[in-house]
């Protein structure tokens, strides 16, 4: 099996640095220093996340040459979905039309795509689907507190998707790791909203149904798990890092890929960066990063290929590929 077809989808709206200058106490210098981030991409009024997320699901097939008819699946990783339910895979099949497909969303936080990614693979492995597409969006700025200055400077909104499909080459996934730890939940999340807490006046008041993290600890977390992920992949495939073509990375934060790049030594162009321009985008981070280089020409047939992402859960997980 392999990845046919990439799309991506982002809105039109940026909101700089020099734009929450006005609203929180905080500068340009401090946010890129600390994230790396110097923009962002908010969703406009009047859309929802399957705009974005169908509009990337359109160009995962047009480039797969797929019709969306012959879709078997369709999963969506989302922690924002437009409805608590039905699924955002659901709105998504309708309107595409692949009234053929089974849909299911999948809630990982910013490790969802990598969740769906192995998900997928079990079905074409087995033989049971043919033609998967995987959606990782998030439309993060709807669960901000914008008067939050240590959350508010991080999130964007975003939307990628690939097409997989059974090939004859020798192409794919190679192996995933999958991991989770239940003893975090309170270092990210979002505390109301769900069954356990409903909407109230209380909580909507109080901001309860925006993000709330604890930054340091996640960065820490993020650190270790990064490094532990990549080198059991390596490890189990009997790889050094000088034989990735690419590492994609979850784009949270600048300074985590930083240290990982360099404790590879790998070189800048095999490791791609776009969180300068869109921030962290949660499960879409990686989708529209493979999109991003396969569609420059970059991202080419048999490259070897690590990605790796952490998130609320807390959960991690890394796939390597050979695209």
Excluded at 63 to 89: C, F, G, K, W
Excluded at 172 to 198: E, H, K, N, T, Y
Excluded at 276 to 294: C, F, K, Q, W
Aim: hydrophobic content about 45%; some cysteine; aromatic content about 6%.
């Amino acid at each position: 099996m392999a990845v046919t077809g990439t799309g991506a989808a982002l809105p039109g709206q940026r909101v700089t640095n020099g734009d929450l200058e006005k609203i929180v106490d905080t500068s340009d210098a401090w946010i890129f220093s600390r994230t790396g981030i110097r923009e962002r991409r908010k969703l406009e009024e009047g859309l929802s996340n399957v705009d974005l997320s169908a509009g990337a699901a359109r160009m995962a097939l047009q480039n797969a040459r797929l019709e969306p008819q012959e879709l078997d699946l369709i999963l969506v990783a989302t922690v924002t979905p437009d409805y608590m339910t039905p699924s955002t895979a659901c709105l998504i099949q309708a309107r595409l039309e692949a009234f053929r497909a089974a849909a299911m969303d999948l809630s990982a936080g910013c490790t969802g795509f990598i969740y769906a990614l192995s998900v997928a693979k079990q079905f074409i492995q087995t033989g049971a689907y043919r033609n998967v597409l995987v959606v990782g969006v998030d439309i993060l700025s709807r669960v901000t507190n914008w008067e939050d200055r240590s959350t508010c400077v991080l999130f964007g909104d975003g939307a990628g998707a690939v097409v997989l499909q059974p090939v004859e080459e020798d192409r794919g996934i190679i192996s995933f790791q999958l991991g989770s730890d239940g003893r975090g939940v309170d270092l990210l999340l979002i505390p109301a909203g769900g069954s356990a807490r409903p909407a109230s006046i209380e909580t909507v008041t109080n901001r309860l149904h925006a993000i709330q993290m604890n930054g340091n600890e996640i960065f820490k977390f993020a650190v270790r798990v990064v490094e532990e992920t990549l080198d059991d992949l390596l490890e189990k495939a009997g790889l050094e890092p000088g034989d990735l073509d690419f590492l994609f990375l979850h784009q949270a934060n600048l300074r985590i890929i930083d240290s990982a790049r360099k404790r590879l030594k790998l070189p800048p162009e095999r490791v791609p960066v776009n969180i300068d321009r869109y921030g962290n985008m949660s499960s879409a981070t990686i989708p529209v990063s493979l999109h991003e280089e396969a569609a420059a020409g970059r991202l080419k047939k048999g490259a070897l290929i690590a990605m790796v992402a952490f998130g609320a859960g807390l959960t991690w997980g890394g796939v390597l590929m050979k695209w």
